[in-house]
């Protein structure tokens, strides 16, 4: 029924056995989260209310402007890096033309 990740023991269904068994993949949220694919790729998370709940408040808190200062500090050496990138040459569509 289910097709377990080589990376983790989450579950993964296609969106076909979700619909199908969708009372059981519930069951599982409980425990961990349940990966739906779609076309071969992960298309939808079903999770607990505790877990959403969860997910939720880790993210509340923190204004924009806080967060921006941490992803800015966390990247700080990437963002340096395209800044000289395009500081060097310019845009990369600059000489763009159209025929």
């Known amino acids: ?6 990376r983790s023991m989450t579950m993964r269904v296609s969106a076909t056995q979700a619909k199908n068994r969708f009372g059981a993949m ?6 961990e989260p349940v990966f739906v694919e779609k076309d071969g790729q992960i298309d939808t998370v079903i999770l607990s209310a ?5 997910l939720c408040l880790s993210g509340q808190g923190k204004s924009l402007k806080q967060r921006k ?6 990247h700080k050496v990437w963002i340096d890096e395209q800044n000289a990138r395009f ?3 310019g845009l990369w569509c600059d000489d763009l033309r159209v025929w």
């Open 50 to 54: 505790d877990q959403f709940d969860a």
């Open 26 to 31: 519930c069951t599982h949220a409980k425990i």
């Open 69 to 74: 200062k941490v992803f800015d500090q966390t």
């Open 87 to 89: 500081e060097k040459h």
């Open 1 to 6: 029924m289910a097709i377990q990740s080589q």
